[in-house]
């Protein structure tokens, strides 16, 4: 029987406020089992970026990551944001090792192409390392994921961590028995967008396309509901989509096989 | 019989000229057998910290590190500098693994003490984990270390790097035979200042006292052949004070036991 392994995605907001961020690593320090954890650093890098003058352009919600743009990300979410949390969980007992995919060759990606928009230094997740990650895992350590990745040639490309996220949950439900939990503002995914307790505790298949016929689910939850239901059908047990001040409880709108 | 390990510690100027650091990461690796580097980035921390509208303010050559500081330090030696020499290392074959002292508890060090000066978060080395570096070594894999350390309290510190080398290199000798490598802008310890090719090949503690009274050694000089001399007395093979440009060849300025 596989162990549990437990990935669980963190957005910007929650990791660049202070008491947030505590409450984060009090929360992640308390998860059981194996883990790993996966920040998102926008709003931090968008900051620093206008504090540079460099402006920050978004489409379709993806950073256009020009060379300036991917310095500042490289800063941002690999040393401000993964450093701190890194030493923070330090503190609370967790021996964890901030990573980017350059690190031990842990995720090569290629840059995306240019169609419609050129996205820059964006790159598209290739391969997980399962090897090394469950042989840090298993040492004992928990890998802090920053939203970068490489191409093999020198580059360090900007990656979703969204996308980082499920990609290394799929690779690594080949070893585990992984639960994928994304966090964001919300308690889950809601059946009335103004009423913060309508969470749908369980969605099937079925059930979402029908929720997007009727227009129930929409706009950015989308995708994150498709992303799930390819995790799950890649191998990954469970996906929990909740609230980043939720992310002990386990609460939320779940995703199962 | 202990197997070779090579510490090699580049400061900021190297790593941060595009021709510079190509040359670098060739020349590091070539380097054969067990190894691990070092660098610094002070120069362009003190960049971006302008740009940030943050001055920049050293004493003895350390910089003062307050709260503004430590971001900028934690961006730029963390996230920028060490995550570029990582993708660069993989592109040439070298499994690199970027890492501050608070990943995986590899360095912890004090905010060192308030006397006429205060240097702010500025941490003083107290304990290098060999064990995790040496089985990350055995493995295959090259540590590449920012000057960045931690207090286990969760804080991250900024430290010297030539500190960071030195203890790294001592903690390493009880398991390798350790050459510790500085490299800076001259070829070597010269015996005229004003003739680069009048590098001294060979220093002992009694020549090194003599050159010291008779001026041919002053300044900065100094405390960089104490330290050479303690990481000898404390186990290390061998210590090379020589150029960026010469990693490979090893020429420069040997001190032994």
């Given at each position: 029987?596989?162990?549990?392994?437990?990935?669980i995605?963190?957005?910007?907001?929650?990791?660049?406020?202070?008491?947030?961020?505590?409450k984060?690593?009090?929360?992640?320090?308390d998860?059981?089992?194996?883990?790993?954890?996966?920040?998102?650093?926008?709003r931090?890098?968008?900051k620093?970026?206008?504090?540079?003058g460099?402006?920050?352009q978004?489409?379709n919600g993806?950073?256009?990551?020009?060379a300036?743009?991917?310095?500042?990300?490289?800063?941002?979410?690999?040393?401000l944001?993964n450093?701190?949390i890194?030493?923070g969980?330090?503190?609370?007992g967790?021996?964890?090792?901030g990573?980017?995919?350059?690190d031990?060759?842990?995720i090569?990606?290629?840059k995306?192409?240019?169609?419609?928009?050129?996205?820059?230094?964006?790159?598209?997740?290739k391969?997980?390392?399962?090897?090394?990650?469950s042989?840090?895992?298993?040492a004992?350590?928990?890998?802090?994921?920053?939203?970068?990745?490489?191409d093999g040639?020198?580059?360090?490309?900007?990656?979703?961590?969204?996308?980082i996220?499920?990609?290394?949950?799929k690779a690594?439900?080949?070893?585990?028995?992984v639960?994928l939990?994304?966090?964001?503002?919300?308690?889950?995914?809601?059946?009335?967008?103004?009423?913060d307790?309508?969470?749908?505790?369980?969605?099937?298949?079925?059930?979402?396309?029908?929720?997007?016929d009727?227009g129930?689910?929409q706009?950015g939850m989308?995708?994150?509901?498709?992303?799930?239901?390819?995790?799950?059908?890649?191998?990954?047990s469970e996906?929990?989509?909740?609230?980043?001040?939720?992310v002990?409880?386990m609460?939320?709108?779940?995703i199962r096989?």
């Open positions: 029987m596989k162990e549990k392994l437990t990935v995605k963190v957005g910007g907001k929650i990791v660049e406020e202070e008491a947030s961020l505590i984060l690593l009090n929360d992640f320090a998860v059981e089992g194996y883990k790993v954890l996966v920040h998102g650093g926008g931090s890098a968008t620093i970026a206008a504090q540079l460099i402006e920050s978004m489409v993806r950073r256009i990551t020009d300036d743009t991917l310095k500042v990300v490289t800063m941002v979410y690999g040393g944001v450093k701190n890194v030493a969980l330090q503190a609370r967790v021996n964890a090792l990573l980017t995919g350059a031990m060759d842990v090569r990606s290629v995306r192409p240019v169609k419609e928009v050129d996205y820059g230094y964006v790159g598209d997740v391969k997980v390392e399962t090897d090394c990650l042989t840090l895992l298993q004992g350590i928990v890998p802090i994921m920053a939203p970068l990745t490489h040639e020198g580059n360090i490309l900007n990656t979703n961590a969204d996308t996220a499920g990609e290394t949950a690594l439900a080949t070893k585990f028995d639960t939990v994304y966090c964001f503002e919300k308690k889950g995914v809601l059946r009335d967008e103004n009423d307790d309508s969470v749908i505790a369980h969605i099937t298949p079925e059930e979402f396309k029908q929720y997007v009727e129930v689910i706009g989308i995708p994150k509901l498709e992303n799930s239901f390819e995790a799950i059908n890649a191998g990954v996906v929990v989509i909740t609230s980043s001040n939720d002990a409880a609460q939320g709108t779940h096989k």
